[in-house]
């Protein structure tokens, strides 16, 4: 039996219900207590894609900050806009069936300079250029983009698809092929593409100086420039992301991070043409269940702290770069539980095909401390560690690593093949890039390396330029426990050249092999131990060694 009074109560609440209801789409309307929604068409706009909405958008924004705060509401339909600003206690909802799309027209945008942006590290650029995007945010606490909406970037409206992007940042000189390499930058196969005269907009969603971020659910695509820029950020969480960019549009990096802290990312799903995660300056930094494609790097980091990377799928050009150049350091960094499958590809892309990849110059502390655990590679390159003597790489852990590499496309090998890319941290066009042979996994000025559980595979027919299996110079405290492999078509296994201190242990020569170990410049031999050479045509060049031996199986 229901009472007279709950009868009541609950009549009430019913014509309430439907009062807000049938006030949605019109005024502010109470959602929960303290919550208010504000639907843009209230505000003037009016979806079809063709007239610009920004001013409405702007309205209703400004409406509800003005309220104490409260969501801005975008229901079904194509809402075309230039820049506008989030501001705090704030929300955007893009309801199913919603599109906030760019506007193709340059003039809909406003500059940095327009927006009050001060020149400060990490909240100074907006990707490519000095214009703003879509959306930013100034010094904005407590703000969120959600909904299974889409934000479409209009990118494609502002490149010249017949005209390649490229630049002269290498000495062709140098490469393994000058006029070669030369044909395949300038080629249009691989992108990237040429932005037109007129110029782009800048980073899609620019959030400068900000806290307690929640981006959540939405479609993000066709991005003209970088998608996502969190910069001098914390506290921030962004889930069940997806964007989906032009491979072939330089720059249009997926989120980059920089100057921020306590930045949190998981089960994204993130195609750019350039960086998919580019992470800067910053600290406490974590992506989780997540797949990762790009023409340049899945995850790229620079003077970056306490950072963990767990259970990534990547599809990249080059899966994992990590780079030092200033005078910060990247320290305390975990890679784990990740499948990379990279290529090499043509255009003006920084990259050769690398899993992994870490590089360090000048004067900078450098990397260390970062380690790799359960990862399986398959790769058109092998992996890499080129330091410097002023910024030594150190403390670098590989532990169960698969690298299986693979021949390259006939096209890309001949034109781009067979060369080191130092961009970025190089100190001159003549060591930018250069030729040298590829080994499954190089090494150079790098201290306290230990590689635990790497097995090396290589596919039939691969070009000459593919070597040995390890190849580490200029080296200090090398371990090796647990490899097994072959080289490629050199002469030796594994080759150290100027190093001291070095160890193997419990490790196997695969079919094929040919001399195990060359050395030359080494001192500190340790333990040579536990290792099956059966398979392996010879064990040490030059054949004496002062390795202390013990339980080898050694080539008959």
Known sequence: ??????????????????????????????????????????????????????????????????????????????????????????????????????????SDYLTLAQLGFMRVPGADTSGDGDMAGLIVARGATNIAIFGHGIIDGNGDSFFDFHTPHYGLDFDPQRTRDGQAFIDAVKTLDDGPVAVKPAGRPGTMIFLANSSNILIRDITI??????????????????????????????????????????????????????????????????????????????????????????????????????????????????????????????????????????????????????????????????????????????????????????APREAASRGVGGNFDLRWTATGLSTAVFKHDIPALYCRWVDNLKVRGLTVEWDANLPAYFSNAVECEDFRGLNVDAFAGRQAVADAVIVLRRGDGVSIRNSTATPGASTFLST??????????????ANAKGTFQPATSAFTLFGNLLPK
């Open 1 to 106: 039996m229901t009472s007279s009074f709950e009868f009541r109560a609950f009549r009430l609440l019913v014509v309430q219900c439907l009062f807000a209801a049938a006030i949605v789409g019109q005024t502010a309307t109470p959602v929960a207590p303290g919550v208010r929604a504000f639907n843009v068409k209230a505000f003037g706009a009016v979806g079809d894609g063709v007239h610009l909405d920004t001013p409405a958008i702007v309205a209703a924004i400004k409406a509800a900050a003005a309220s104490g705060g409260g969501t801005v509401v975008f229901t079904p339909g194509t809402y075309r806009a230039g820049t506008f600003e989030i501001l705090s206690n704030v929300s955007l909802d893009l309801e199913p069936g919603s599109i906030l799309q760019a506007s193709a027209d340059i």
């Open 221 to 406: 695509r066709n991005a003209p420039n970088w998608t996502m820029h969190l910069g001098k950020s914390e506290h921030a969480v962004v889930s069940e992301l997806r964007i989906a960019n032009n491979q072939l549009l330089p720059n249009n990096d997926g989120i980059d991070v920089i100057g921020c802290h306590d930045i949190h990312f998981s089960d994204c799903d993130i195609v750019a043409g350039d960086d998919d995660f580019a992470i800067m300056s910053s600290e406490n930094v974590t992506a989780v269940n997540c797949t990762l494609s790009s023409y340049s790097a899945g995850i790229r980091l620079e003077d970056t702290r306490f950072a963990t990377f767990d259970n990534l799928t990547i599809h990249a050009n080059r899966g994992i770069g990590v780079f030092e150049r200033g005078k910060g350091t990247t320290s305390s960094v975990l890679f784990s539980n990740m499948v990379i499958q990279t290529r090499l590809l043509t255009g003006h892309w920084w990259g050769k095909a690398e899993p992994i990849y870490i590089a360090s110059a000048g004067t900078s502390k450098g990397v260390q401390d970062v380690h790799f655990s359960n990862i399986v590679a398959d790769g058109e390159s092998g992996m890499m560690l080129y330091g410097s003597p002023g910024s030594l790489i150190r403390n670098v852990t590989f532990d169960q690593v698969l690298m299986r590499v693979h």
């Open 520 to 533: 030359s410049e080494v001192t500190g031999e340790g333990l040579f131990f536990g290792n099956d050479l």
